[in-house]
């Protein structure tokens, strides 16, 4: 895909709207790491892996934005700027992970403004870079998983959009596409915000990958009908064991997979994982406006009055997941155990 998510101009940040996807391709520019924030809390930009390269900038906008008289100034007004950007959403733990990042750059001894300004840079750079890079080996692990001439259904938008670039989900859908594995893709319309219909399936129209929207309601039908062969989906937050947040309507098609014996699966780098966490119940899920439910680009669709609830995701027992695809290899249950096997030593002192 050619269109960027966003990226650097001149110590501004460029973020695609989102919400104008796909009829209008704009991009906002962020000056301040408020900006940024705004941009995440709205969901101008969104996706997990997103929005932990976007704060990861936002760090890095904070330390230019203004003139600091000494390193000890500039390091404090990066601990506001880190607290603010992590407060945006609460549940994909990239965002989380990403500020960590950028604040061990901040903590590192530093004598001058200028080269910790130099290294918060060089930090948010590698980020994006390397999670353009993560994807694409989660996309070479997953297409292992896909058998030939599979139709396969996704939910939300876990691709290009929702990272530095290629996708989770939709980079495995890519990467199996490519090695003639892929006959159609099934794209849930994925209610509220509409992610599998305005960018999913965009995305995929671009690649000329052979896909159907369907509304989220009509999943079990075509399970039931046998005309999936797995469903693959992006993840927000991965618990110790396993457990997956995800975009709300995750939970339902895994169990729809299981009792129809079809294999779910989960993408993710593994900067999703989260140690601390030990199961899905400790997830923090985001509560969005309900106005959201309530109005469709700006129409309203129910009466005034009503009452209405957002959920934005959702927790998948680990027992409902096939598979959980990875950067470094395909993980099966015990998630605990084999989770653990598969991080290196200072992977898990990031994560704890
Ligand atoms: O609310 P969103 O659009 O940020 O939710 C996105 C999802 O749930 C994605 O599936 C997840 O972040 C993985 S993106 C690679």
Known sequence: MTVRTLFLKK?????????????????ITCRTYKDVYQC???????????????????????SVEKKFKNVSELKKYLQIAGKYLVSARPTAVNLFWAVERMKRIVRSPESGV???????????????YEDISINKKIGENGAKLIKK???????????ALATAGWGT???????????????????????????????????????????????????????????????????????????????????????????????????????????????????????????????INGKRIAPVGVKALHPAFDITPNNLITAVITEKGILHPPYIKNLKKSLSYNEQILFL
Request: charged letters at 20%; proline letters at 3%.
């Open 11 to 27: 110590n501004t940040l460029k973020i695609l709207d989102q919400w104008l996807l796909p009829s209008k391709i704009y991009y």
């Open 40 to 62: 995440i809390k709205d969901m101008a930009v969104r996706g997990a892996p997103a929005i932990g390269v976007a704060a990861g900038y936002g760090m890095y906008l904070a």
């Open 114 to 128: 200028r080269s910790l300004r130099k290294n918060l840079l060089q930090e948010a750079n590698k980020i994006y």
């Open 149 to 159: 001439n599979s139709t396969v259904l996704t939910h939300c938008n876990a691709g």
């Open 169 to 295: 989900a939709l980079g495995v859908i890519r990467t199996a596409y490519k090695k003639g594995k892929i006959k159609l893709v099934y794209v849930d319309e994925t209610r509220p915000y509409l992610q599998g219909a305005r960018l999913t399936s965009w995305e995929l129209q671009q690649e000329k990958i052979p896909c159907v929207l369907i509304t989220d309601n009509m999943a079990g039908y075509f399970i039931s009908q046998k005309k999936v062969d797995a469903v693959i989906v992006g993840a927000d937050r991965i618990a110790a064991n396993g457990d997956t947040a995800n975009k709300i309507g995750t939970y339902t098609l895994a169990v729809l997979c299981k009792y129809n014996k079809i294999p779910f699966y989960v993408a993710a780098p593994s900067s999703t994982f989260d140690l601390m966490i030990t199961d899905g119940k400790k997830i923090k899920i985001e509560y969005r406006n309900s106005d959201e439910v309530i109005f």
